[in-house]
């Protein structure tokens, strides 16, 4: 018996017309070279179809079982943050014709995709001060991983990759898990003060190091001294690999300036949701050395048949579909309309805006810091920061946190969980959406726990 | 003259300037609210060696430029909402629409992935039941939805197969892999650090049994396979192959693309495989992006799935939790727990369909491309001449031999059609190949269109080849020069100095 389907366009009169056409019977007859012996007997054991009306109401009620960031004050962060989009962001890339697109394999008739893909590799390099970017990565953990990778193919013979305890904990665990294949040498320096040791750095690296990996800020939110990391990296020839957050961009040096030779990052921050955790995008920018290292997609100008300017996938022999097993990245799918809302975004923010967000972040989460001082929270770390700091806690950690849930506050993430050594501590995120009442009642919230 | 003062292009016509040149100095599109706590300078704050010296370049523009900039460009480009979109093993299907909406719902995509766990229990829920549910289609024992795309998916599974041979004691440094594979499979093969051994077809466009055999070695870890194949065929000998390579100790992986074909009829994990990756960005409907977000699921037969990556999310019969305790784990392979909007759109799409419409799905792709194929075969020249699954091949050999007209020649002329083209020159296997996969989201009125205006291409390349290798006419752009933009880069932006 055949289903009727709203995305289902051919009825069973069309289906009839199509089989005689083939001279068959039945649809069955197609599926002959399916043997019978791994041939699917029976219905899976999947629930009934929904109507429209029904689908509706059913994934509405499991959404009204999460909390959200409407609905909570929100001062959680390691990794991602709960920035302002504007309604822009979300009108563009809910346009189907960028939405419903694939890779523009035709460039002719894909030019939106294009264009505003070559936009959004040049926003990354003004941004990061890099010389070129790609199309986009995963993530900030796949985007790093894929540097120390890139930094082991063209330093042949390198295989070591130094970073700091100070590098987000999921980002370690994603590298780790990469490095299994092109079999890379993992050292972990720990963290001091909140911060990258740059001497114990300097020691571990030696003439077998592909890349030093810093990110900045780094996971407790605090500034490392990318200039100083850098040298250290580059005295042995190795490469350095600054791992930023771009809104912190703003005010923050770009990592071209301090040297580095590959940019990576989260941009989640720029125009994209929390989403429980994705999809967000991996941005990643390089040296115009590294030009053609780079994994994934990148888009170029050219001219049509008319001398007309266009846009199209360039550089391709990099890719997988061309060197196939010479291929240093795998990538072929992006989060190509992730970096679309990152375009837009910095599009919308321009060249104040984007200012006048990181400033904002910069000085909520500096009076935060501050009025939790008072209240009896001291900072776990004296280093400077930027949106993000730890705070030490004299009452568990646990009990702080549940109590602000039960105001509706959702307290900073208990850094215990990935440093044991910290387990007094939560690293607390503050964006330009905080207001200073909402920080103000954290802060008596948590006062009043003392 | 600077492009400024040039007049503005028509919707759906010419080319969009950039946005860096419609910027002008003091123009904004933002607005903030004013700053609610003390204002204290920057440089008191931060180091000032830390501190940016000079403005990033971003356009000064309003909102109404951002908009209008963003919106005429949209209108240059192509969709699956604009029209039919046959690329062979991409399954550009129909993006139904309240899948959007369920994935913007502010209680799926206003969450923190650190939320503590009693707050997100519906999202946790629902990414338990996923998993049961592409269990269930893949026939396969548990599944991780952490990897973001198909490729990531196999770079999971290669690395599973990689822990479970050394867990065993065993180094294996191979993996074989079809002549007729996604690009991506070699590449998945090589980062995750195995060599590749190309394995032949037969002349039925399966795999070379004999081949195999020889092929299949100790130091074999496994085979990759898309079942059916990019040429669009199920190979008959799925039995065989499954034994050949298990009997030597390696393993099975399904490469998910073309999973369109199979739901409800024949489940990766029946037929002998172990490792199993879906792509949702292609059978269960969420939409591509322009490149991305896609989700690549990775399922495991009960033997393979302590490799796993981490968090899965389990279930006491009281509350969802995410698991990190899975010693034999892989690890991590990106961060929090995938591309969770994308799932709940696939979630949504599967609630949608239920068993028997998947199933509908598959017999309904299945009978458009056969139909498809056949109506083309009477003017391109067709490989392999048998049923096909979800997709088939043909190929412009016979129009390039007569009449000079390459396959990419007919491909741009599609596009004058408001078609877009298939994808082409792919599986390698098939010279001048056109890989066509209609979905069973096209009704018999938009093949049989598209079938006539192949013919029509097919004829024209007889009596006006000049025409179709100019092609294409009428497109916003004219065929553009690949070589030139590889030759000289220009891949950002410079202001004019």
């Given at each position: 018996m055949s289903v009727k389907h709203r995305?289902?366009?051919?009825?069973d009169a069309d289906r009839r017309k199509m089989l005689e056409a083939l001279g068959l019977r039945s649809v069955q007859e197609l599926f002959a070279d399916v043997p019978e012996r791994v041939r699917f007997k029976g219905t899976m054991d999947l629930p009934p179809a929904l109507s429209e009306l029904e689908l509706v109401r059913h994934v509405g009620e499991l959404a009204a079982r999460n909390a959200t960031v409407d609905g909570y004050v929100c001062f959680l962060g390691a990794g991602a943050y709960d920035h302002f989009i504007p309604s822009v962001v979300r009108h563009i890339t809910g346009r189907a014709e960028f939405y419903t697109?694939?890779?523009?394999?035709?460039p002719e008739v894909s030019q939106a995709v294009l264009q505003s893909i070559y936009e959004y590799q040049t926003l990354i390099c003004e941004l990061t001060g890099m010389e070129v970017a790609n199309a986009s990565m995963y993530d900030g953990a796949t985007a790093a991983a894929e540097a120390a990778i890139i930094s082991s193919y063209a330093l042949p013979g390198r295989r070591k990759v130094v970073f700091s305890s100070a590098l987000h904990p999921e980002y370690r665990e994603t590298l780790r898990t990469y490095a299994r294949g092109p079999k890379l040498h993992l050292l972990e320096v720990p963290a001091e003060g909140g911060v990258t040791p740059v001497d114990r750095l300097r020691e571990a690296v030696d003439d077998s190091t592909a890349c030093v990996i810093a990110q900045q800020p780094n996971f407790f939110g605090c500034i490392e001294d990318m200039a100083a990391l850098g040298e250290a990296a580059h005295a042995v020839g190795a490469h350095f690999v600054a791992c930023v957050d771009p809104i912190s961009l703003g005010v923050l040096k770009p990592p071209g300036e301090y040297g580095a030779d590959l940019t990576v990052g989260e941009g989640q921050g720029l125009g994209v949701p929390l989403g429980f955790g994705g999809p967000y995008l991996g941005f990643f920018a390089a040296t115009g050395k590294l030009t053609r290292r780079m994994p994934g997609r990148i888009a170029g100008v050219t001219v049509d048949a008319e001398g007309k300017r266009g846009f199209v996938l360039t550089l391709q022999t990099r890719e997988q579909h061309i060197r196939r097993e010479k291929a240093t990245s795998n990538i072929c799918s992006n989060e190509a309309l992730c970096a679309l809302a990152a375009t837009v975004y910095l599009c919308t923010m321009g060249k104040q805006g984007i200012r006048e967000v990181a400033e904002q972040c910069l000085k909520k989460a500096a009076y935060a810091a501050q009025q939790l001082e008072a209240a009896g929270f001291p900072r776990t770390f004296a280093a400077p920061f930027f949106k993000e700091f730890a705070v030490r806690s004299a009452v568990p950690v646990e009990r702080v946190n549940a109590a602000l849930l039960e105001d509706r506050i959702i307290g900073g993430a208990p850094l215990g969980r990935w440093y044991p050594e910290l387990a007094d501590s939560l690293l607390i995120a503050v964006t330009e959406k905080r207001t200073r009442q909402e920080i103000d009642r954290l802060v008596a919230r948590m006062g009043e726990l003392r | 003259m600077t492009r400024q003062e040039t007049a503005p292009p028509r919707p759906g016509r010419g080319t969009e300037p950039l946005i860096f040149e419609l910027s002008s100095p003091g123009r904004i599109a933002y607005s903030l609210p004013a700053l609610d706590v003390p204002d204290r300078p920057v440089d008191s704050l931060l180091p000032p060696s830390a501190l940016r010296t000079r403005p990033p370049e971003l356009p000064e523009v309003s909102e109404v430029d951002v908009v209008r900039h963003f919106t005429r460009l949209s209108q240059i480009q192509h969709g699956v909402d604009i029209g039919f979109y046959p690329l062979g093993s991409c399954t550009m299907k129909y993006n139904p629409k309240v899948n959007e909406d369920a994935a913007a719902l502010p209680g799926f995509a206003g969450v923190h992935p650190y939320f503590p766990e009693e707050v997100v229990q519906g999202a946790l829920e629902l990414l338990y039941h996923m998993e049961k549910y592409l269990c269930e289609i893949g026939g396969v024992s548990r599944v991780s939805l952490q990897p973001a795309a198909g490729a990531h998916g196999e770079l999971t599974g290669l690395l599973m197969f990689r822990a479970y041979h050394e867990d065993r004691g065993e180094h294996r440094t191979k993996v074989l892999i079809p002549d007729s594979a996604h690009g991506t499979n070699p590449a998945s093969a090589v980062v995750c650090g195995y060599e590749t051994v190309e394995v032949p077809s037969d002349s039925r466009g399966g795999v070379d049994l004999d081949a195999l055999r020889r092929l299949m070695a100790p130091d074999v870890a496994g085979l990759m396979l898309t079942n059916p194949n990019t040429l669009g065929l199920?190979?008959?000998n799925m039995h065989a192959i499954a034994e050949i390579v298990h009997e030597a100790g390696g393993l099975l992986y399904y490469d998910g693309a073309n999973a369109n074909a199979i739901m409800g009829v024949a489940r990766p994990g029946d037929t002998g495989f172990d490792v199993v990756h879906f792509n949702l960005h292609k059978t269960f409907s969420t939409p591509h992006g322009g490149g991305g977000p896609g989700s690549g699921p990775v399922g495991a037969t009960r033997e393979l799935e302590p490799y796993l990556p981490v968090p899965l999310v389990d279930f006491d019969g009281r509350r969802y939790r995410l698991v990190y305790d899975r010693p034999k784990s892989i690890g991590r392979v990106k961060s929090f727990y995938g591309n969770f909007l994308v799932v709940v759109k696939a979630y949504a799409y599967i609630r949608s369909m239920g068993p028997d419409g998947l199933r509908q799905v598959s017999e309904d792709a299945v009978l458009a491309a056969n139909y498809l194929m056949r109506k083309l075969a009477e003017h391109f020249h067709l490989p392999y001449d048998r049923h096909c699954k979800h997709e088939f091949v043909v190929s412009g050999v016979w129009q390039k031999e007569r009449h000079g007209v390459r396959t990419l020649d007919m491909a741009k002329r599609l596009l004058d059609y408001g078609f877009h083209a298939p994808t082409v020159y792919f599986p390698l296997i098939v010279p001048e190949c056109f890989m066509v996969e209609p979905t069973e989201t096209e009704s018999r009125e938009t093949l049989d269109a598209f079938a006539r205006v192949m013919a029509h291409i097919a004829e024209e390349a007889r009596q006006q080849p000049d025409l179709v290798k100019a092609a294409p006419h009428t497109t916003p752009v004219k065929r553009l020069d690949e070589a030139l933009a590889a030759r000289k880069p220009n891949v950002r932006w410079q202001p004019e100095t």
């Open positions: 995305y289902l366009p051919n009825t697109a694939y890779t523009p394999y035709q | 199920f190979d008959e």
